[in-house]
C-alpha cells in the first residue's frame, strides 16, 4: 500500500513537471511567434508600399501576405498549445476536480444567459 501511494506521489510530480515544462515552452513559443507575425506584417507593408511606388510585383506582395498569413497560424497553434498546457498542469494539479461554484453553474440554467440563446426563442431551439 505504501508503495502504491509512493509511486502514484511521483506520478504527480512527474506530470506535473512535464506540464510545467510544457508550460514554458509554449509561452516562449507565443513570444517568438508573437514577434514574427509583428515583423512579417511590417516587411508585408514595405512590401507593398515598394509596390504603390512601382518597384516590386505582385507576386513578391502576394508571397509577403501568405507569409503573413502562415505566420498568424503558428501563432494561433503556439496559443492553443499554450491553453491546453495551462488545462494539462490544472488537472496534474488536480484543480480541475473541484466542484464549480453554483454562482457558475446558475448561468447555464438562466435562459437569458444560457449559451445560445442570447435571451430570445428561435424556432427550432430550445
Known sequence: MVFKQLYAEQQVSIDVDNWLSAQVRARDRVKAATEALRLAKTLEEGERTRFNMGASSVLFVNLRE???VDTAYKLYQAQYDYT???GGM???KGAL????PESELAKYGDPLTAAGMSGFKRPGRD
Open 97 to 100: 476536480a473541484k466542484p464549480w
Open 66 to 68: 501568405r507569409n503573413v
Open 84 to 86: 491546453l498546457s495551462r
Open 90 to 92: 490544472l488537472w496534474a
